[in-house]
């Protein structure tokens, strides 16, 4: 496996983590933080989802035109996903929690299109198959282990001590991104 291939699934891994510190605790977040109704739970979420779909639709076209700059792109990604991942500690209400979904969903519609583009180009060939196990079981097993320390963090400390975490991960798969060798891109 060559270098690039694992800056990249560290940095997706880095990712996984910090997204999974939440996502399991998300409806408790907005119950009890936000005093949110089950729909508000529900519509916060779609907000975030029907944003996501329909800009990262956009933004892979977009990028399809761009893509010498994928490793930047990249980056700015994970920068926007830690800026959102922040921006939980600010939130008060669940009109700023849909605004901040959209935010964050926007930073999602970014880096996903540009984050396969750039790992199908630097996978290593004959080894497409393995190299993509190792990144969707590695998400996996990072989902388990995260959402463990999400709800020992949530029990013993508290949901700004996850959204710290949150930002924390994803600004550390912005600096790994970074370093990813643009000769193959």
Known sequence: M??????????????????????????????????GSEFEIGLSYSVYGFSAGILMIIAGRVEDSISKYAKQILTFGYVLLAIASFGYLLVDSIYQLMFLQMIYAM??????????TLFSKLEDDGKESSEWA???GGNFLIIGFSSLIGGYLLANYSFDVIFIGMGISQLFAALLVSRVAPSRI
Not at 16 to 28: E, M, Q
Not at 107 to 116: E, L, Q
Request: positive net charge; glycine residues 2%; charged residues 10%.
């Open 107 to 116: 930073a999602v519609a970014i880096y996903v299109p540009m984050s396969k």
């Open 134 to 136: 190792i990144m969707d």
């Open 2 to 35: 060559n270098k690039n291939i694992k800056l990249l699934l560290t940095a997706n891994y880095w990712h996984t983590f910090g997204f999974t510190l939440l996502s399991p605790l998300y409806a408790v977040y907005v119950t009890q933080q936000l005093n």
